[in-house]
Nanobody, 124 residues
Framework: QVQLVESGGGLVQPGGSLRLSCAAS????????MYWVRQAPGKGLDWVSG????????YYADSVKGRFTISRDNAKRMLYLQMNSLRSEDTAVYYC?????????????????WGQGTQVTVSS
């Protein structure tokens, strides 16, 4: 059974930082592209970032470029998202997702596996 389990969310002030983690099990982790996708309250899914199997290709949404950094550790089966200079508009549930090919989609069914999410709230 495949599991993607996110952690690291919480409440942070504007300008602060958080590091999200996603622990993967039940799949051959280094065969999958990995992603972070978020959903703000009352809004649809919003693709944030994607990283290829060996971290050679990394992509970001324009809204987070220069502030967020995605990374992965294939030996540990872990995905990370370092979030700096956080803004109120970054408030959302952040999901970890996986697919065997590159996806830049806001549709959940376009991904093969999906986590349960971790809440990030940016507020003073």
């Amino acid at each position: 059974q495949v599991q993607l389990v996110e952690s690291g969310g919480g409440l942070v002030q504007p300008g602060g930082s958080l590091r999200l983690s996603c622990a993967a099990s039940g799949l051959t982790f280094n065969n999958y592209w990995m992603y972070w996708v978020r959903q703000a309250p009352g809004k649809g899914l919003d693709w944030v970032s994607g990283i290829s199997t060996r971290s050679l290709n990394i992509y970001y949404a324009d809204s987070v470029k220069g502030r967020f950094t995605i990374s992965r550790d294939n030996a540990k089966r872990m995905l990370y998202l370092q979030m700096n200079s956080l803004r109120s508009e970054d408030t959302a549930v952040y999901y970890c997702a996986a697919s065997k090919t590159y996806r830049r989609s806001n549709i959940k069914d376009d991904y093969e596996y999906w986590g349960q999410g971790t809440q990030v709230t940016v507020s003073s």
